[in-house]
């Protein structure tokens, strides 16, 4: 058996202190991307009271294909990194934070591994972000059974003519999520260059400081 490429490396972290973050963000890069992106994306958040945990994937690269390609096309990469990162999540709970304190977050081709992570695994974790992604594979997602996603603040921003993450697709998953019970909030503003907005970052930044908000209020016994 081949060793799983994107496991067992080890993760950037920086933010607060684990006696002072309530709030977990574990946040990803895209395609030929590094955790230092994250990093500074996650500066352009401004709110603290959060620790960021940014996994790294084996030559930068989470799955060889385009997404929208059959997803045999992206195997074994693909499933390697959905186990990559249930470990990533399992590393950040031992760390002391429960389910609802963790935020997945991600960019290209980061939030498209993230959507089809939560879609193919749902788990009510305390928030998406989705900047500029969508579920992977050629077809509409039947999406998982009933609410499990019931009450998760899920932002999902992109950019009308994205060179790389069709309209469509960010549409698609908005919808694959509100199905499964998450609280959406969609944009996608006129442009055609692969960023993340000012517009995004506010409301990522409103997502990440009313989840620090509510953990303060109901700290972990």
Known sequence: MTENPHANRPMAVWGSSLGEARVA?????????????????SERFEVSGLRYYAPSAAADTWYPRPFL????????????SMVALESHVSAVLSDGFTLDQVILCGFSQGACL???????????????????????????????VGKPLKGVPAVLRSIEDDPWVPRMR????????????????????????????????????????????????NPTP
Request: hydrophobic share 45%; aromatic share 4%; net charge negative.
């Open 114 to 144: 993230l959507s089809h992570f939560v879609l193919s695994r749902p788990v009510k974790y305390g928030g998406l972000i989705l900047l500029t992604g969508g579920y992977i594979g050629p077809d509409v997602i039947a999406g998982p």
């Open 25 to 41: 963000v574990l946040i990803v890069h895209g395609r030929g991307q590094t955790p230092s992106f994250m990093q500074a994306l």
């Open 69 to 80: 390609e059959p997803i045999e096309h992206n195997e074994p990469a693909l499933s390697e």
């Open 170 to 217: 960010v549409e698609q998953t908005a919808a694959a999520l509100l199905k499964a019970g998450a609280e959406v909030d969609l944009n996608i503003v006129p442009g055609d260059e692969h960023i993340i907005t000012e517009e995004a970052v506010n409301a990522a930044a409103t997502l990440l400081y009313n989840s620090a908000s509510q953990a303060n209020q």
